[in-house]
Every structure is written in structure tokens, then in C-alpha cells.
């Protein structure tokens, strides 16, 4: 079962994110995005897991372009 805990860690660690850059948006708890997520994908039988993974796709994609800068020469 060491596995398990290690690919849980993994996940955990490098994860994409979402419900927590929501939630700062939002400004909610993160652990009340999660369970709406959790929630979601029981009732639309996983459909919301594809809306997750495409809003992860689509954030990680917005920091590749944007990037904050704080001055003219920071290019």
C-alpha cells in the first residue's frame, strides 16, 4: 500500500490547482469548492471530472501566456 500513499503524495503535491485558484477567486473556502466538485460528479456521473480537467488545462495555459511582471524591464 505504499504505492497508493505515494501516488496519493504525488497528486496531492503537483496537482493542477483549480479548486483552490477558484476558491481565492471566488473568495470561498477551497475545502467547499472541492466538495462541490466531489458532489457534481456524482450527480452528472463524472461529466463534471472532464469540466475539471479542461478548467486545469485552460488555467495552466493562462500562466504559460500571461505572466505578471512588475516592471517595463522585467522582458
Same mark, same amino acid.
Given at each position: /500500500?505504499?504505492?497508493?500513499?505515494?501516488?496519493?503524495?504525488?497528486?496531492?503535491?503537483?496537482?493542477?490547482?483549480?479548486?483552490?485558484?477558484?476558491?481565492?477567486? $471566488?473568495? /470561498?473556502?477551497?475545502?467547499?469548492?472541492?466538495?462541490?466538485?466531489?458532489?457534481?460528479?456524482?450527480?452528472?456521473?463524472?461529466?463534471?471530472?472532464?469540466?475539471? $480537467?479542461?478548467?486545469?488545462?485552460? $488555467?495552466? @495555459?493562462?500562466? $504559460?501566456?500571461?505572466?505578471?511582471?512588475?516592471?517595463?524591464?522585467? @522582458?
Amino acid at each position: /500500500m505504499k504505492w497508493i500513499d505515494n501516488i496519493r503524495h504525488f497528486f496531492e503535491k503537483h496537482g493542477f490547482a483549480v479548486s483552490s485558484r477558484f476558491a481565492d477567486r $471566488l473568495g /470561498m473556502n477551497v475545502s467547499n469548492v472541492r466538495l462541490f466538485f466531489i458532489y457534481i460528479s456524482f450527480v452528472t456521473l463524472g461529466f463534471s471530472f472532464g469540466i475539471y $480537467l479542461t478548467l486545469a488545462f485552460l $488555467l495552466r @495555459l493562462k500562466d $504559460l501566456i500571461y505572466t505578471k511582471r512588475s516592471s517595463v524591464f522585467d @522582458l
